[in-house]
């Protein structure tokens, strides 16, 4: 398997552009995970789906952030728009329903906004 | 909500040193998850500890998670370059709807000078 693949691997926008990143799960995993990595906040779940279905969006941080997974094989996170302290590593990761099992991350896509 | 504090938050040591990375959490653990990160890279799994006592290893990399489940440490031994990196802990919820949740402390940066 090819792992968890995020693209783009490296994004540059300026404020107020809309921003999307997308994200391709491992095959048969039924979890599916984004984070934001900062240097000040550390690693941060923003939202995590089951199914397909987000099951706690409680780290999003305001209504600029959303998340789609509209099939098992596919996902999206989107900013609109976008600000300078968007700026961070998003990762993508996914895992298996299985009591406490490991999630497998993707490279990550870093995101720059001017 | 749960919170895991790793320290120290930096180290660096000579190659063929052993070394001891702690991560302590606010609540019981209910599943303990090390995970690796190079600069520009993904998170990539070590080991997961969810008993009390248990101590796994992995060739020079063994985690424990004490006895009351609030403390777990990674110990290497004879460090290698190749050991550099960000090494993460992070903590899975109970159950319930954060089930699959993971929170990750700041995170400590180890690097091994040849």
């Known amino acids: 398997d090819a792992g968890v693949i995020q693209s783009p691997r490296h994004e540059v926008t300026e404020m107020g552009q809309e921003v999307t990143l997308r994200c391709k799960p491992i095959?048969?995993?039924?979890?599916l995970f984004w984070y934001r990595q900062t240097m000040m906040r550390g690693l941060e779940l923003l939202i995590y789906f089951n199914n397909n279905v987000p099951i706690d969006d409680s780290g999003m941080p305001e209504d600029r952030f959303s998340a789609k997974m509209p099939n098992a094989s596919f996902s999206t996170l989107k900013i609109q728009p976008s600000e300078p302290r968007d700026s961070a590593v998003y990762f993508c990761?996914?895992?298996?329903?299985?009591?406490?099992?490991?999630?497998?991350f993707g490279p990550g896509t870093r995101l720059t906004v001017l | 909500s749960q919170e895991l504090e790793q320290s120290p938050q930096s180290l660096i040591v000579q190659e063929g040193k052993n070394l001891t990375i702690n991560c302590t959490s606010s609540k019981t653990l209910y599943g303990l998850y090390w995970y690796k990160q190079k600069y520009g890279e993904g998170l990539i799994f070590l080991m997961m500890l969810q008993k009390g006592g248990e101590e796994k290893s992995h060739e020079k990399i063994t985690a424990k998670l004490d006895e009351k489940k609030q403390q777990s440490s990674l110990h290497i031994t004879a460090s290698q370059p190749s050991h550099a990196g960000i090494y993460l802990c992070?903590?899975?919820?109970?159950?319930?709807?954060?089930?699959?949740?993971?929170?990750f402390g700041q995170g400590t940066i180890l690097t091994v000078h040849p």
């Open positions: 992070g903590a899975a919820n109970a159950g319930g709807t954060s089930y699959g949740k993971l929170t």
């Open positions: 990761a996914s895992s298996q329903w299985r009591d406490y099992n490991e999630q497998f």
């Open positions: 095959s048969g995993h039924d979890y």
